[in-house]
């Protein structure tokens, strides 16, 4: 690779850094252009070069963002043997872990602007699917092994992750009564239900 390419790369990783910070603090509506390119050290045309638009800007970061969570979890999978134990893993990435959660108000902005352009509902669909492809493959293996039962597996694992959103969204916009903690034990126990575990 040139250093033409690596330097390209770099400051569309920079680019894409400070639009992830800026949309999850201010909202998609809201961030000006000149703003992410500041927060990202450069000039608004350096932005508009590499970035033609705000809709694609909020795509790339968001697949950047996902990307990287789906290596994490795919890695994390590699290293255990028990589908028991790999389950836990993707409700641990999958859940918010906060208030606020950065990753989760990026998601809102997503939701919302693929509402309005199809080239983010394109890659939403896509980012998705990949991530029910890795819960249903680890829900495939725990019916192999006997651990888990399903009779629709599809119809499971589409039942899990949208549980698992939906319990997010309560905790990142502080509902009462859905605290970390509370969101982890209704996941654990509805989880538990679906798929027929021992200790339910």
């Known amino acids: 690779m040139g250093a033409r390419e690596t330097n390209r790369?770099?400051?569309?990783?920079?680019?894409?850094?400070?639009?992830i910070e800026s949309f999850a603090?201010?909202?998609?509506?809201?961030?000006?252009?000149?703003d992410i390119a500041k927060r990202a050290?450069?000039?608004?045309?350096?932005?508009?070069?590499?970035?033609?638009?705000?809709s694609e800007l909020l795509r790339r970061a968001i697949e950047m963002s996902e990307r990287r969570l789906i290596e994490d979890a795919r890695a994390a999978l590699a290293r255990l043997e028990r589908p028991e134990d790999r389950l836990r893993t993707l409700i641990d990435l999958s859940l918010a872990d906060r208030v606020r959660d950065p990753g989760w108000l990026l998601w809102f902005q997503v939701w919302?602007?693929?509402?309005?352009?199809?080239?983010i509902t394109e890659s939403?669909?896509?980012?998705?699917?990949e991530w029910r492809a890795l819960l249903r493959?680890?829900?495939?293996?725990?019916?192999?092994?006997?651990?888990?039962?399903?009779?629709d597996p599809d119809a499971t694992a589409a039942a899990i992750a949208s549980m698992l959103d939906g319990l997010s969204i309560q905790l990142v916009l502080e509902a009462p009564g859905y605290g970390p903690?509370?969101?982890r034990a209704i996941a654990d126990?509805?989880?538990?239900?679906?798929?027929?575990?021992?200790?339910?």
Do not use: C, W
């Open 124 to 129: 939403h669909h896509a980012l998705d699917g």
């Open 181 to 183: 903690e509370r969101i």
């Open 112 to 119: 919302a602007g693929a509402a309005l352009h199809p080239e």
């Open 137 to 151: 493959q680890v829900i495939d293996e725990g019916i192999a092994a006997g651990g888990f039962r399903a009779e």
């Open 9 to 19: 790369e770099s400051r569309e990783r920079a680019l894409l850094e400070a639009a």
């Open 25 to 34: 603090e201010l909202g998609f509506s809201e961030v000006r252009l000149s």
């Open 41 to 54: 050290g450069m000039t608004a045309g350096h932005l508009s070069y590499y970035f033609p638009s705000k």
């Open 189 to 200: 126990a509805a989880v538990a239900a679906l798929l027929g575990l021992r200790d339910a």
